[in-house]
């Protein structure tokens, strides 16, 4: 019976493929990945999106971000138009609201913008459509426009740019979501099973140790972000990651707008039940989860210059988050060099909510056909550490 019961376990451990980390980029994958006929395992040493993805704001919003690489910006704009019926699906599959809010970002200004500036148009946008074509331009907002959506700003704004089909999504929400439709896909989620050990047969991933059993694949994805750096090592690959903490903070206010503020050094989201959140700070080579008083501080004086109406709202809670980046700030997507079979999605740093779709699709693609699917993901493997190309760029 003993001989049985081992040889049921090692044939149910048995996967395509095996994904360490389950944070959002991992959820995405075994989501994406079980869609398409995948025996998925998914392995979490902790709880499912308990790390980066809870502490993060959700924003989705790439023309504001102002990336500078272009095959990132690119990256992002394509993760944010697979959002709509992503997100959609996801909710149907599932009947979880992932509280997807694509209903504008402004950027405040100081001063109106110059004529040269013709990036900007000055059309009013009244479209009814919900989730208007995807566009980088952004139309200007006078303080009268900005009125019309419930926003007082401070006496210093002169107007903002208006972004009208970016916004944001709750991670909470969307990891819950996304953890739900990849189980009923038929992913086997666990958490509290950490990785502890690469199987490797000549130069071929073969599967993955735990503390309590093994898990045989052809195929392993790191997704474990700043964990992926020692699971890579132990493979003889050099993928590098260090941590910028963030810390963010919500009030409740009975503020009635639906617009994220994008500022100077701050954004402000509102959330379902009257919640606002205003982040984020940025730490470099920070490994703990502290929230210092200072940083609160600078957040809160920020926010309410923007929007002074905060100064009336209610303190709920703060909270501080690690994120994982790379060497150039740019993510790890594709085969690792050297060990066949074995991939990363890794590093997303301030952007794993906002890349989750196209990490997702873009990954599962590339395992199943063999080919990188879009050209400009090049720039995001991992032979750039090889090559001495990693160079920050801000």
């Known amino acids: 019976m003993e001989k049985e019961t081992r040889g049921w376990l090692q044939q149910e ?16 994958i075994a989501y994406e990945a079980a869609q398409q006929g995948a025996k998925v395992a998914l392995l979490e040493r902790n709880q499912f999106a308990k790390g980066t993805t809870c502490a993060a704001a959700g924003m989705l919003a790439p023309t504001a971000e102002r990336f500078e690489h272009p095959s990132l910006r690119a990256f992002a704009v394509d993760s944010l138009q697979l959002y709509r019926t992503w997100a959609e699906k996801i909710w149907e599959d599932t009947g979880i609201d992932p509280e997807l809010r694509l209903r504008g970002v402004i950027i405040p200004s100081k001063e109106i913008p110059s004529i040269e500036r013709d990036h900007i148009s000055h059309r009013t946008t009244n479209s009814p459509d919900l989730y208007p074509p995807l566009t980088s331009h952004p139309t200007w907002f006078d303080k009268n426009k900005l009125r019309e959506r419930n926003l007082e700003l401070g006496d210093s704004i002169v107007g903002a740019e208006y972004l009208a089909n970016e916004g944001h999504i709750s991670p909470t929400k969307l990891s819950e979501a996304l953890l739900e439709a990849a189980r009923r896909a038929g992913a086997h989620c666990l958490e509290h099973e950490e990785a502890k050990e690469l199987m490797l047969n000549d130069g071929r991933i073969t599967g993955v140790r735990t503390s309590t059993t093994t898990f045989t694949a052809n195929q ?37 707008f639906e617009t994220v503020i994008y500022g100077e050094g701050v954004y402000i989201v509102p959330k379902s039940q009257q919640r606002i959140y205003i982040g984020a700070t940025s730490m470099s080579d920070q490994y703990d989860r502290y929230v210092q008083a200072g940083s609160i501080m600078n957040l809160l004086e920020q926010a309410c210059a923007y929007l002074p ?29 050297g060990v066949h079979g074995l991939w990363a999605a890794s590093g997303h740093y301030r952007n794993g909510v906002l890349l989750a779709p196209a990490t997702a699709s873009a990954l599962v693609d590339w395992m199943n056909s063999g080919s990188m699917p879009w050209a400009y993901l090049n720039d995001f493997r991992v032979e750039r550490m090889l090559q001495g190309s990693a160079n920050f760029v801000g």
């Not at 997704?223 to 910028?244: K, M, N, T």
């Not at 994982?324 to 790890?332: A, F, G, M, Q």
């Open 220 to 256: 392993v994805v790191l997704c474990s972000g700043l964990d992926s750096e020692q699971l890579a090592r132990s493979a003889g690959v050099h993928l590098p990651h260090y941590s910028v903490k963030g810390e963010l903070l919500v009030l409740r206010s009975k503020a009635s």
């Open 309 to 337: 109406e905060l100064r009336s709202a209610h303190w709920e809670q703060a909270w501080a988050g690690l994120r994982p980046c790379t060497p150039d700030h740019l993510p790890y997507i594709g085969p690792l060099p």
């Open 13 to 28: 451990n048995r996967y395509d493929v095996i994904l360490i980390g389950g944070g959002i980029i991992g959820l995405a």
